[in-house]
């Protein structure tokens, strides 16, 4: 184990060259495309949160009454077009007959 400490101290010390050493235009391409990826996440990410429907019912003691409603957890339908009322898949959408 000695003798690995003993061949890797000497590179570990000397270090390259701080003269050398410049992040130049493909570290600041990389810094860029990362900036740009997370900007296009972060809309993506507020679209998503725009489409979320949710109700939360006020609990108990909250608006002065003990109700023994149970919230459902499912979010609330927008009103709209009327939707086909036929049975769906695993993904939510409905399937083919």
Request: proline share 12%; glycine share 12%; charged share 20%.
């Amino acid at each position: 184990m000695n003798t690995v400490w003993v061949a890797v101290l000497p590179l570990a010390a000397k270090g390259p060259n701080p003269a050398d050493v410049k992040p130049g235009w493909l570290g600041f391409a990389v810094f860029l495309a990362l900036a740009a990826a997370l900007v296009l996440l972060m809309l993506s990410f507020v679209k998503q949160l725009k489409k979320v429907d949710f109700v939360e019912e006020p609990g108990p003691g909250e608006d002065g009454s003990q109700s023994t409603r149970r919230p459902t957890g499912r979010p609330t339908r927008p009103s709209g077009p009327a939707r086909s009322t036929g049975s769906t898949g695993p993904t939510g959408r409905p399937t083919q007959s």
